[in-house]
């Protein structure tokens, strides 16, 4: 474990700097075509909802 002055240091290269990899199934997901469609128009449907409540 690694003391507080350790951690303020800005080490390059140290066990810190690393982000973690994402999983398969997580890239998997985040380049599916027919899921980014999907929530495109789920939100597009949730900003229309606001404006229509807004102008009412």
Not at 29 to 55: A, D, E, P, S, T
Request: glycine share 2%.
């Amino acid at each position: 474990m690694a003391s507080i002055q350790d951690r303020l240091q800005n080490k390059a290269y140290s066990e810190y700097s690393y982000a973690t990899r994402p999983l398969p199934m997580t890239l998997f997901w985040r380049r599916c075509l027919i899921k980014q469609l999907y929530m495109f128009m789920k939100l597009n449907l949730k900003i229309m909802m606001m404006v229509v409540k807004g102008h009412s």
